[in-house]
């Protein structure tokens, strides 16, 4: 599959989680979901911080701020119910360390 068509198939697993999220109790904010190149470097490339290889810079990655009852939550507590929803549909494995973060693979990278 070209990167454009994953592109948009990852933007309708995250509208898909997002509401998922919202639909068992928790509310979302958005955090990174592209590192320009300009600033970050390509892929392979490390300018600024983040993996060299983060998905987020081909736009197949975005972090998410995960709240419930008004407050935020910093542990892997609800990420963990909603990376179980992710993985139903197709999302990339979990990343250990980094709870809030969704992305699909790309090229053997995640």
């Not at 989680?17 to 490390?46: C, N, Q, S, V, W």
């Not at 250990?96 to 973060?101: R, W």
Request: with cysteine.
């Amino acid at each position: 599959m070209s990167l454009g068509n994953e592109q948009r198939k990852f933007s309708l697993m995250v509208a898909k989680l997002i509401t998922h999220a919202y639909e068992i109790g928790y509310e979302i904010t958005l955090g990174d979901a592209f590192r320009d190149p300009r600033l970050h470097g390509k892929m392979g490339e490390k300018k600024a911080y983040g993996h060299t290889h983060s998905c987020h810079k081909v736009k197949l990655a975005i972090d998410l701020n995960l709240f419930k009852d008004g407050r935020y939550i910093t542990d892997s507590t609800g990420h963990d119910e909603l990376h179980d929803y992710w993985d139903s549909i197709g999302g990339g494995r979990r990343i250990k360390h980094d709870a809030n973060h969704y992305s699909i693979e790309w090229q053997g990278h995640r």
